[in-house]
């Protein structure tokens, strides 16, 4: 079976295999609540041979084994280059661990290019191996680029015999409207907390509530950020360890988490600024600011920097920078 133990995925799997009309449904929400797990075990129904009615994948006749094992001749999974690995991992498909980029060699590409959109309609012109269905799903689906997905258009409206995809997507908006008009939308929640905070703690997440808030009530990503070493204690400690200049706080973060961690402190402290409670970190943690306009000002400076979080020319000293630029804020904000 997969590996896609998310417990509120099974309402919605269920409606999904209920009201599914299209041969072609655009799963959409926000990032790190299973829009993933839920697109593939769509595939994985769709494709059993013993399944009942409205009823998910058995998970035991020859076409599921055939898909937990990655094997299955009618599934296609197409991601980019640079979450190929990861992705596949986290569903428990078999992947081949990519070599690390050689200098001078450009890294994997987080696209979804148009040659992987021909190779992928090649597999839907060839004939079901099963004689069941053909089932193509895009992850995430914004990340097709204009040519690619341009490519896919003509085979998205008028799919050959039993193909059907699975479009699962974190920002639907970034798709062209060419794409979504052709798809049924399948929203996806955020899970309720207790729901999250009880997969969490099955986890091991230790202070798992803290995180989950931190991570705006995304249990997935939650889960991911503490498997990367980061605690309830150090996400709490950070806001007062940034207004006081402190560049350790940031210094092991990667450049697009450091952006992601500043923005939330911002919106936060930008809401108490306004007599409201923050959205990612507990009271205490914070700063009382007084004047919102400098944390407005430093809020739009972040979004300029985000531009450049993939590769900024010098890690250590953008972070400095940010840190510097973050403390003067903060400071401004409280006279």
Known sequence: ????????????????????????????????VGQLELAVKLAQSWLCEDRAEGQPACGHCASCR???????PDFQLLLPEALDASARESLGLPFEEA?????????????????????????????????????VVIFPAEALNGVAANALLKTLEEPAGLLRFVLASHDSAGLLPTIRSRCQPLPL????????????????VADAGGLLDATGGRPQQALQWFNDGLTDAAWQALPKRVARGEVAA???????????????????????????????????????????GPLLSWE????????????????????????????????AAAR
């Open 189 to 204: 929640a955020l899970p309720e907390r207790s729901a999250a905070l009880a997969w969490l703690s099955a986890k091991g």
């Open 66 to 72: 055939l898909f937990a094992s990655g094997t299955h």
């Open 99 to 135: 070599e690390a980029p050689k200098a001078g060699k450009a890294k994997p590409s987080r696209e979804i290019k148009v040659e992987a959109v021909r190779n992928l309609l090649s597999f839907a012109q060839a004939t079901s191996a099963r004689g069941k269905a053909k089932v």
């Open 300 to 331: 739009a400076e972040l979004r300029r920097a985000a531009r450049h979080a993939e590769h900024p020319l010098n890690a250590g000293l953008w972070i400095e920078a940010l840190v510097a630029q973050a403390r003067s804020a903060i400071t």
């Open 250 to 292: 940031l210094s092991d973060w990667a450049p697009a988490r450091v952006i992601d961690a500043l923005q939330r402190l911002c919106h936060d402290l930008v809401r108490r600024a306004h007599g409201q409670p923050g959205q990612f970190f507990a009271a205490a943690s914070l700063p009382s600011p007084k004047r919102p």
């Open 1 to 32: 079976m997969l590996n896609a133990d998310l417990p509120w995925l099974q309402a919605p799997l269920a409606q999904a295999l209920a009201r599914a009309r299209s041969h072609a449904l655009l799963v959409q929400g926000p990032a790190g």
